[in-house]
């Protein structure tokens, strides 16, 4: 415990981690306060602007929570009217006539394809805020997944550079509990930095806009294709996956850490592995357009379905994916009957990343060089 501590201590006390944290912090009060500042709502001919509008919009709301008719569309429109678009934007957002509940009625109640439409029970509640909360939390993943980089990729390697190392294993307590200590710190730090971060985000985001958001279809309150279950139960999963993430990429910059010689070389390599998801999964893209009027036949095309879906689940398992704002959509695309079975395989890969990365930089570190190497 002495040594998790000792650990623990020279992560959370380097400079780079407090101005680091300051920053990301910063970022999310300055994005929200600024997306605040821009709500509009126009009731009964009074503009409100910033968070009187947001506090209209959930006044008016309330009269017309629960699940979602026809009628109850036509009742908004009745008592508000339809905004005009804004001419320069084509957007109801920045009309002068509109507020949350009419521009409801304008994207959904008039649309040939709406769920209202379809007859399903759909809860309507105030969601307007949370619309905007997973790409505000994309952006701060990314930060968080940058600041985390720089800090881990020194764990090991700062002491092999330093030709320390063999000097730290003479001590009592031996490699075994020096490296599960190092270890420890860094996931330590990882779940620590998310935890604050995602807290942070979701009670400013619950304190001025509410709660009942949550409630409401996922693809009402997104606008991008998400599932049709609860937001809540959507953000949820958003959020375990980010948080996989970001100990996948905390277990992969200790692997490099312990392997590089040098906190440079750790680093280049962990955002490498990274980054180069991203191409891959744009070659893989393309290599499904091809296939689809390639004119192979039926047992061809399965064969090659299936082996693609291995390396789409393997791509989106990784830190930059499972941070981002479509990874629900992302793995309900890859499979058209149901989320679930590719969303346990991408979970499943993420984790074994994360055991054999760490025990790859246990196994590592432990062993000292021998001592040609450390001349």
């Not at 339809?82 to 002068?96: E, I």
């Not at 190392?165 to 930095?193: H, S, V």
């Amino acid at each position: 415990m002495r040594l998790y501590k000792m650990e623990l201590y020279k992560l959370c006390h380097k400079k780079f981690f407090y101005t680091g944290t300051v920053f990301i912090i910063a970022f999310v009060l300055l994005y929200f306060f600024q997306t605040l500042h821009t709500a509009v709502s126009t009731v009964d001919g009074i503009v409100y602007r910033g968070y009187a509008a947001v506090k209209t919009d959930r006044r008016i709301t309330e009269e017309f929570h629960g699940p979602l008719t026809g009628e109850t569309v036509q009742r908004i429109v009745d008592r508000y009217g339809l905004p005009d678009p804004d001419t320069d934007n084509a957007t109801f957002q920045n009309s002068s006539d509109s507020n949350f509940l009419n521009r409801f009625a304008m994207t959904y109640g008039t649309d040939n394809t709406s769920a209202v439409q379809t007859g399903n029970d759909i809860w309507l509640d105030y969601y307007d805020g949370w619309s905007m909360f997973t790409s505000m939390y994309f952006m701060e993943m990314i930060m968080v997944s940058v600041l985390l980089l720089c800090m881990l990729t020194p764990v090991f390697s700062i002491e092999i550079l330093t030709r320390t190392k063999p000097l730290l294993f003479t001590t009592q307590n031996g490699p075994e509990k020096d490296t599960r200590a190092k270890i420890a710190a860094a996931f330590t730090i990882t779940i620590g930095l998310w935890s604050a971060i995602t807290a942070l985000s979701l009670l400013l985001t619950g304190a001025v806009y509410g709660w009942e958001g949550l409630r409401c279809p996922a693809f009402l309150v997104e606008f991008y294709g998400a599932p049709g279950y609860a937001y809540g139960f959507y953000l949820i999963i958003s959020l375990l996956l980010s948080l996989l993430g970001v100990l996948e990429l905390c277990a992969i910059a200790l692997a490099f850490s312990a392997y590089c010689r040098s906190p440079f070389h750790a680093a280049a390599l962990t955002a490498a592995c990274y980054m180069m998801p991203i191409l891959c999964l744009t070659l893989l893209r393309t290599l499904y357009q091809i296939l689809s009027v390639s004119g192979l036949s039926y047992s061809a095309l399965f064969l090659w379905s299936r082996v693609l879906f291995c390396f789409h689940c393997l791509f989106i398992a990784t830190p930059f994916f499972l941070s981002h704002q479509d990874i629900v959509v992302e793995i309900g695309a890859i499979s058209n009957r149901t989320v679930y079975g590719p969303l346990l395989i991408v979970i499943f890969y993420a984790c074994m990343t994360i055991l054999m990365c760490t025990a790859a930089a246990y196994r590592k570190y432990r062993k000292t060089f021998p001592a040609s190497s450390a001349q």
